[in-house]
């Protein structure tokens, strides 16, 4: 598969992945990550290594959404 057809799945992807975490984060309650046994440092540490992905070119952004026992700890 051509560099750029990957690039282009990847990206229609994350766009998909982007609305459907949308639809699923108007449902879903917030809570603290601490409230649902998530830790935030961690979950900065994750925060992070897709920042340095991003910057590196690795890939072209994301979104992300954890959430744990019916409620939303990171968006």
Do not use: C, Q
């Amino acid at each position: 598969m051509k560099r750029k057809t990957r690039a282009a799945i990847l990206v229609v992807s994350l766009i998909w992945l982007a609305l459907v975490s949308a639809a699923v984060a108007e449902t879903l309650p917030n809570a603290k990550p601490e409230e649902v046994g998530l830790s935030s440092e961690r979950l900065g540490r994750v925060r992070e290594m897709l920042r340095a992905n991003i910057t590196a070119g690795e890939i072209p952004g994301a979104v992300l959404l954890i959430a744990r026992h019916g409620k939303i700890a990171y968006f």
